[in-house]
């Protein structure tokens, strides 16, 4: 089993930065494709950013340019780097993850806070 444990939401004006961090551990073999959804208030949890296991980033429409998703695959370790934030950017942020161990199975954290105002 694979626990994921996320940091560095909170509450910034618009304009404003927070960086996000997510932590892998527990029990795999190894962990491929890493990335961030979100889910406002009253909508569906909707992608964000992924990360592969080679470095191949993919991210929403509504964040190319402002966010930028990286990882560290020695500490397992995915951070999302969000800049120029916006009020509707503000959501639960919920980390994700692919691993391996006798098979493939995905695992979500337990989500951080993002709040923007205006």
């Known amino acids: 089993q694979v626990q994921l444990v996320e940091s560095g939401g909170g509450l910034v004006q618009a304009g404003g930065s927070l960086r996000l961090s997510c932590a892998a551990s527990?029990?795999?073999?190894?962990?491929?494709?890493m990335g961030w959804y979100r889910q406002a208030p009253g909508k569906q949890r909707e992608l964000v950013a992924t990360i592969s296991s080679g470095g191949s980033t993919s991210y929403a429409d509504s964040v190319k340019g402002r966010f930028t998703i990286s990882r560290d695959n020695a500490k397992n370790t995915v951070y999302l780097q969000m800049n120029s934030l916006k009020p509707e950017d503000t959501a639960v942020y919920y980390c994700?993850?692919?691993?391996?161990?006798?098979?493939?199975?995905?695992?979500w954290g337990q989500g951080t806070q993002v709040t923007v105002s205006s």
């Open positions: 994700y993850t692919r691993f391996a161990v006798l098979g493939e199975y995905d695992t």
């Open positions: 527990g029990l795999f073999s190894s962990i491929r494709t």
